[in-house]
């Protein structure tokens, strides 16, 4: 997947299920761009998977978006992001430090999360897999939530080489 260019200061966020490739497509920038929840969790419990530690993993995650916002930094929200008052938030904070939004939809299908799901080294239960991956909102959903721009992952394949 090709990575995008992102001006100056923006907020990225990635929205899809567990397995869809998220983390993946966000290795592809620096790391200081990056916030991720499943680290932040795994620093407070030595678990990426104990969601115990969501909510003092989002109050770090909160706190690092607005320090890179008040700079102009860009950065990548590597989480499910699948919830709309998640998005609301990240939305609020950006318009705050009138930042410039945009999203990378993971539109996957379901088959294939659950394989790439299954593949993993920490996999997620099929039924949270299932269950956030309905609630996975589309282009329109999240263009009407206020966000600047919307990226399909299918949309920013890499091109195959015949």
Not at 39 to 51: F, G, P, V
Request: overall charge negative.
């Amino acid at each position: 997947m090709q990575p995008l260019t992102l001006p100056a200061g923006t907020v990225c966020a990635l929205v899809g299920p567990p397995g869809c490739g998220k983390s993946t497509f966000a290795a592809r920038y620096p790391a200081s761009w990056r916030i991720c929840l499943d680290l932040y969790r795994l620093a407070a419990t030595d678990s990426e998977a104990d969601q115990t530690a969501t909510p003092v993993a989002a109050e770090i995650q909160n706190l690092l978006l607005d320090a890179r916002l008040a700079r102009g930094l860009c950065t990548i929200l590597d989480s499910t992001n699948v919830m709309a008052h998640v998005r609301a938030g990240l939305l609020a904070r950006a318009r705050y430090w009138q930042r410039p939004t945009t999203v990378v939809l993971f539109d996957v299908p379901r088959a294939t999360v659950e394989t790439q799901n299954a593949a993993r080294d920490r996999v997620v239960p099929p039924h949270v897999v299932r269950e956030l991956h309905e609630l996975t909102p589309t282009r329109e959903q999240l263009l009407a939530e206020g966000f600047d721009t919307v990226h399909l992952a299918s949309e920013l394949a890499e091109p195959s080489v015949s």
